[in-house]
């Protein structure tokens, strides 16, 4: 499937926007929020951490989702000024989000939402997200960043040439 300059750019524009969105939920979520939660007394947490959960969903994991499916495409409709292994790195970025996020902080997360408050769960969670999860989305980030230069010190080229 071929398609034209324009929606090569416009793919690559929305996972842009998608991109930093999801990084600065993320960022939210972990230098905000999880650092006080210990805050938040023992018999509220539950209830609070509960009425939490669905909002993250829809507001983090769910952008965070689209985001990822579309740098996959980027890998076929990308701007011919990026190159293929930048968006590679990308998904490779974006996948030690998403393993760390399936095999560490879910179940870390589902004990809290059972059992409730816990300081060592928060603190692991916390240390955990920060190398798993928010290195690799601040390092796709300035991935993101520097693609976006890329295509537009390409379109600046050919601007120049007309």
Do not use: C
């Not at 996959?72 to 409709?77: K, V, Y």
């Not at 930048?86 to 399936?102: C, E, K, N, P, Y």
């Amino acid at each position: 499937m071929q398609t034209t300059p324009k929606t090569s750019f416009w793919l690559f524009l929305i996972t842009f926007a998608l991109v930093f969105y999801g990084m600065g939920a993320a960022s939210v979520e972990s230098f905000v929020n999880y650092p006080i939660w210990p805050l938040i007394g023992a018999n509220e947490f539950r209830a609070y951490h509960r009425a939490l959960t669905p909002l993250i969903v829809g507001y983090m994991v769910i952008p965070m989702v689209v985001a990822t499916i579309l740098t996959i495409l980027l890998l076929w409709f990308r701007p011919a000024s990026i190159p293929r292994w930048m968006v590679w790195l990308a998904i490779v970025l974006q996948l030690v989000v998403w393993i760390s996020t399936f095999t560490i902080q879910l179940s870390i997360q589902g004990q809290l939402s059972a059992d409730g408050l816990s300081l060592p769960l928060i603190e692991r969670l916390r240390i955990t997200s920060f190398w798993f999860r928010r290195v690799p989305h601040i390092a796709n980030a300035i991935l993101f960043l520097w693609m976006m230069s890329v295509l537009l010190r390409g379109n600046l080229s050919r601007s120049a040439e007309a």
